[in-house]
């Protein structure tokens, strides 16, 4: 079937190193894409999403590139810090669809102090 | 800032039993979505609503699992019989438009369900 996948179930970065979590997705069709953060015992969060028609977008210390040509996405996260601590989801939705997020496995992101 | 809200947080049952879950979406999103979290894994959905009306629940094992929205605000989702693969975290989401606009979901903090 189809899935939304991650490259590393986990990702270790220093305090203060710049982070990048990758996501495979294999629906071509898709038009939106998002990225979610969640805590250990909480709902996910939303953190930054972009649509097929771009290629980046910013947010605050966070960028997500979309490279349609391989069907891959990424989040950074620059100047990683402790509280990004926390497993990463990227997900996906297909065009026409009435809004259901197809969602990866996750990566967890372990920042040392 | 407005939340979505679910209770209870934690719940243990034995196998056989009914269990419930109750969700309170924000504030005027239409779109309310149920999802379930196995241990490690990203949440998939259960069931979608569009105000009152069900638009997605293909994934949703009906044989034991119940659904309802019926004055288009909050929702139950019932379990009967609970078996032993249904322990994990169930997950309400909302968003303000399913079918155009943002399709950005906001979650609550789910419930974690154990099965005995």
């Known amino acids: 079937g189809e899935s939304v996948g991650l490259h590393l179930p986990t990702l270790s970065v220093q305090e203060g190193d710049n982070s990048i979590i990758n996501c495979a997705y294999s629906?071509?069709?898709?038009?939106?894409f998002i990225w979610y953060k969640q805590e250990s015992g909480k709902g996910p969060q939303f953190i930054i999403d972009?649509?097929?028609?771009?290629d980046k977008r910013q947010g605050q210390r966070v960028t997500v590139l979309l490279n349609k040509t391989v069907k891959h996405l990424s989040l950074q996260i620059a100047a990683t810090q402790p509280g990004d601590s926390a497993v990463y989801f990227c997900?996906?939705?297909?065009?026409?669809?009435?809004?259901?997020?197809?969602f990866g496995q996750g990566t967890t992101l372990q920042v040392k102090p | 800032e407005a939340e979505v809200a679910q209770s209870p947080r934690y719940k243990i049952t034995e196998k056989s039993q009914a269990v419930a879950f109750w969700c309170d979406p924000i504030s005027g999103h239409a779109t309310l979505y149920w999802y379930r979290q196995i241990l490690g894994q990203g949440p998939e959905l259960l069931v979608q609503?569009?105000?009152?009306?069900?638009?997605?629940d293909s994934q949703l094992p009906k044989d034991r699992f119940s659904a309802e929205r019926l004055k288009g605000v909050d929702s139950t989702l019932k379990i009967q019989p609970a078996e032993l693969g249904d322990s994990a975290m169930y997950l309400c989401?909302?968003?303000?438009?399913?079918?155009?606009?943002?399709?950005?979901?906001?979650f609550g903090p789910g419930t974690r369900l154990t099965v005995t």
């Open positions: 972009i649509r097929s028609n771009m």
């Open positions: 609503f569009q105000d009152e009306s069900v638009v997605d």
């Open positions: 989401a909302s968003s303000f438009a399913g079918t155009s606009g943002s399709y950005e979901q906001y």
């Open positions: 997900a996906e939705r297909k065009a026409g669809n009435t809004g259901k997020l197809i």
């Open positions: 629906n071509s069709a898709s038009d939106y």
